[in-house]
């Protein structure tokens, strides 16, 4: 459902399909099929450059004369590693449309709407309460991350052989994925506060620099989760390593013990007419008994070097 809101006192939604009446700024959140129906709102060259947006995979503005559009990629919480959800903006001085096929935008919007009820709202001050609101629960979702890695990684220690790869690169590309979108989120929010197009007053431009500052933060926290990631990797490769050794250890320490034995066996067993003590009564029982003894006296050795 389109939502269109008229700029006279706070953000007054218009009923649906209505447009304001006289040159009033309007902040529209409409979806891409929409977005023809509202054709009033911007001209066809710009809707085609917004629908083009849609299929970006990546968060930037490019800045035009009168106005900027801008795309939004942001990874789905839901499901990190599936596809981004991909939004699209166009902002001129009296005029905000957000492009988004799902109900997030739309979402972002109405909290914006509850409580900017002041006089002297503008387009400007929507955009940056919408990337404000937008990207409020970010911290809070990034210590769950965290929180979760930090799991992983008891786990891992405690239950080495219940550790999974899959899981542990699941984190490093979220990890990944997260810093990449915070950095672009991070520089698409510097190009706007630099009001290159001159859409704001410079007291307008000063308000998205708590925002930059913010997304900076969001960055060194996403890079330092980032490099979590790849350490749970390292350690869960040298628990592999350790598990692997520890196989090895055992299937040379076997081949060790049965070495005596099967020298004996292979000494007797040779072609010859005589073999010394052969033919006695006594001759099975003392290599029974050479055999046991220096199988004993191996396993006693490897128990001191702690082998066993």
């Known amino acids: 459902m389109a939502l269109v809101y008229e700029l006279d006192a706070g953000l007054k939604l218009l009923p649906d399909g209505e447009m304001p009446d006289g040159p009033k700024p309007v902040v529209a959140v409409l979806s891409d099929k929409e977005l023809a129906l509202y054709g009033n709102l911007v001209d066809k060259e710009t809707r085609r450059q917004i629908a083009y947006l849609l299929t970006s995979e990546s968060c930037f503005v490019e800045m035009f004369h009168d106005g900027i559009i801008g795309s939004i990629a942001a990874p789905n919480k839901k499901d990190l590693m ?40 503008t387009t400007a001050r929507c955009l940056h309460d919408f990337f404000r609101e937008f990207v409020e629960g970010e911290p809070t979702w990034l210590g769950e991350l965290e929180d979760a890695m930090e ?96 196989t090895m250890q055992l299937l040379t320490i ?4 049965l070495a005596p034995l099967t020298l004996i066996a292979g000494w007797f067993g040779m072609n010859f007419s005589y073999i010394p003590g052969l033919s006695e ?17 191996l396993v006693l050795l490897f128990h001191r070097k702690g082998w066993l």
């Open 151 to 246: 799991d992983a990684e008891s786990r891992m220690l405690d239950e080495p052989r219940h550790a999974k790869t899959e899981d542990i690169n699941r984190f490093r590309h979220i990890s990944i994925r997260i810093t990449s979108y915070y950095q672009q989120m991070a520089s698409m929010l510097l190009q706007i506060s630099a009001n290159d197009s001159d859409l704001m007053t410079p007291e307008e431009a000063r308000m998205f620099d708590p925002l930059v500052s913010f997304m900076d933060r969001l960055v060194s926290r996403a890079e330092m989760v980032r490099e979590y990631g790849l350490q749970l990797r390292e350690l869960h490769q040298t628990q592999l390593a350790i598990k692997q050794n520890s």
């Open 254 to 257: 076997v081949t060790v013990l």
């Open 82 to 121: 599936g596809d981004r959800c991909l939004y699209s903006f166009y902002w001129e001085r009296d005029l905000l449309v957000f492009i988004d096929s799902s109900d997030v935008v739309a979402t972002t919007m109405r909290r914006v709407a509850e409580f900017e009820k002041k006089e002297g709202v």
């Open 281 to 297: 009564p006594w001759g099975f029982p003392l290599v029974c008994i050479v055999g046991l003894v220096i199988t004993g006296t």
